[in-house]
């Protein structure tokens, strides 16, 4: 089943054919071709069925709440309380670029959002202070893959929904990792400064200027903090976690800050509604072929693959790296998730690796997979807020693809950094 689906899928997609079809066309034709038409029917009842959950509700919450915070302009009020913690380092606001992005990815979840939201406003405001629009745009994309992993993520809740894992033991298990790849792009601007030629330092703002500033962003960084409070403290569930937070973000924008109209509210519901159905419709495709992948028992075919390459976890961590990042470059972190999580997830937990360690490891490689050609959704997205063609935000990104690969296999060999806080926290032995 594998063998044949991957191939199709791919030839699917090279013509044009949107992913949620090519999952579900590709497996429907393999099926037919041998003879299997009653299976037909269960991979396309399934489609629903894989759709119908009380936890995935928590993705078009989710989505609402991006879309309310970046019509309300909090993003405008993030930058300037990032920029005057960080812009007085040499290449400052491309400093600012990245803190702004671990901010903004405990509101959204999205790296798509991320992108959006902060790429139309710093892109041409790095241009501006000397930067060119090419090293704008890829730290843009770079810094943008933050946001899935910093909770919320909704990355991590189908992940959770798959697998069978609790969302809140994932949610902390990405704070580490998320922090590693925000310190480790600011690390690579620091290094990239001279050969670049980043303009130089600007003022450091004073302490009462970094006050006001910070005033100004409470309120919308507030939000991580009921989500995740919430969730920790047993006061409502993911799902419900999602709901009260597009409820504060709509109460944020309309009441307290003032910037959000309620004319603006249908198209605001219209274009979170579009991109929920999108991921949704995903989530079901892939839901139906892992059912009929079970019933070809692709996993424990695979599994022997993989076990008769090693039986040592370090190599097989090593070697899952490579296939993930390959894996990437073609299909998108939802669907990948669903496909390979519940082949690949079951193999390490036999070999000892912690289930949230792997689930950590499989989502900001696939995450980063966004940044790689030729697929990579946050490339095209770059693309088309900065006007630049999608081969050269590719070769922007690649300097920071380099530092965020060395924060993959970090997380990879050293499990401390994405165990310790979910174990402090009493959701990891």
Sequence with gaps: MLSLFLPLFIVFLLF???I??????????????????????????????????????????????????NRAGITVRIVRFAQSMVGHMRGGLAQVNVVDSMMFAGISGSA???VSALGAMLIPAMEKEGYTRRFAAGITAASAIIGPIIPPSGIMIIYAYVMGESVAA?????????????????????????HYDLPAATKRASWR??????????WPLLTPVIIMGGILGGVFTPTEAAAIAAGYAFFLGLFV???LKFKDIPGILMRAAMTSA?????????????????????????????????????????????????????????????VLGPILGPIFTSLGVDPVHFAIIMVVNLTVGLLTPPMGLVLFVTSSVSGLKVETVAKAVMPFLLAEIVVIFLITYFPALTLTVPRLAGFVD
Excluded: C
Excluded at 290 to 306: G, Q
Excluded at 310 to 322: G, K, Q, R
């Design 170 to 194: 994932l949610f902390l298990a990405g704070i580490v990792p998320g922090i590693l790849i925000g310190i480790s792009l600011m690390v690579m601007i620091r290094l990239l400064a001279n």
């Design 112 to 114: 798509v959002a991320d």
């Design 16 to 18: 044009g054919l949107p």
């Design 20 to 69: 949620v079809f090519g999952l579900i066309a590709a497996p429907a034709l393999i099926l037919w071709w041998n003879g299997q038409e009653r299976d037909i029917v269960l991979l396309y009842r399934n489609i629903y069925a894989g759709m119908d959950s009380f936890p995935l509700m928590a993705i078009p919450f989710f989505m609402l709440t991006g879309e309310l915070m």
């Design 278 to 338: 999108v991921v949704l419709l995903l989530i079901g495709a892939a839901m139906a072929f892992k059912t009929v992948a079970s019933l070809a028992h692709t996993p424990e075919l695979l599994a022997d693959l993989f076990l008769s390459l090693s039986d040592n976890p370090l190599v097989l961590l090593f070697l899952v790296n490579i296939l993930l990042f390959v894996v990437g470059m073609f299909l998108d972190a939802g669907p990948a998730i669903i």
């Design 257 to 259: 800050i003032g910037t």
């Design 209 to 218: 200027d970094r006050g006001r500033a910070m005033i100004g962003a409470f």
